[in-house]
């Protein structure tokens, strides 16, 4: 199992661009989570997915960060416009079920935006 | 509030020396506690995951504890190595098996010298 795969791995765009990362789940996990890791915030949840159904997105910062997952295989985390302060590493993570048994995390994005 | 403390902020040790990390949390209903390593641009990877009824569990070098009255947890590493060097996050699951969610520490930086 190539376990959870995030891209791209490295990403810098100019403020106001649209901004789009891919995670591609472990297969036979039914939910997957995107967190946002700041040295400041550490690890935040932003919005986990249940059987590609958005379950919780609390932890959305604002209408500018969407996120889709049309299927079980693939999940979408898109800013649009954006700051120099989302600039962070996004992580995607997959479980089965809530994840209360354990979680697999990517490998991260690491966004900057100039 | 559900949170989850870690210390040391950081830590520095000598190869070959052992060490122990600390972690208190304040999360309600407590589920399970487990500690991740995440090393410099890669995602958390599991280590150890502790239900309230567990007292110790080893994964090689690294040993965790649980004291859920107290809700206090240790990681201790023994003879370390360089390849040691890298945050270690505590992580509390807060509620059922069906429905909760993670708290994420802010972790400890450990770095091994030579």
């Known amino acids: 199992d190539a376990g959870v795969i995030q891209s791209p791995r490295h990403e810098v765009t100019e403020m106001g661009q649209e901004v789009t990362l891919r995670c591609k789940p472990i297969?036979?996990?039914?939910?997957l989570f995107w967190y946002r890791q700041t040295m400041m915030r550490g690890l935040e949840l932003l919005i986990y997915?249940?059987?590609?159904?958005?379950?919780?997105d609390s932890g959305m910062p604002e209408d500018r960060f969407s996120a889709k997952m049309p299927n079980a295989s693939f999940s979408t985390l898109k800013i649009q416009p954006s700051e120099p302060r989302d600039s962070a590493v996004y992580f995607c993570?997959?479980?089965?079920?809530?994840?209360?048994?354990?979680?697999?995390f990517g490998s991260g994005t690491r966004l900057t935006v100039v | 509030k559900n949170q989850v403390e870690q210390s040391p902020q950081s830590l520095i040790i000598l190869e070959g020396k052992n060490c122990t990390l600390q972690?208190?949390?304040?999360?309600?209903?407590?589920?399970?506690l487990r500690w991740y390593k995440q090393d410099t641009g890669r995602g958390p990877v599991s280590l150890t995951i502790m239900t309230f009824s567990e007292n110790t569990k080893s994964n090689g070098r690294y040993t965790a504890t649980l004291d859920a009255d107290t809700k206090q947890s240790s990681l201790h590493i023994t003879a370390s190595q360089l390849s040691d060097s890298a945050s270690y996050i505590c992580v509390a699951w807060g509620g059922s098996s069906t429905l909760g969610r993670l708290y994420f520490g802010r972790g400890t930086q450990l770095t091994v010298w030579p």
């Open positions: 993570a997959s479980s089965f079920w809530s994840g209360a048994d354990g979680y697999t």
């Open positions: 972690c208190n949390y304040t999360v309600s209903p407590f589920s399970n």
């Open positions: 997915f249940n059987n590609n159904v958005p379950i919780d």
């Open positions: 297969s036979g996990h039914n939910s």
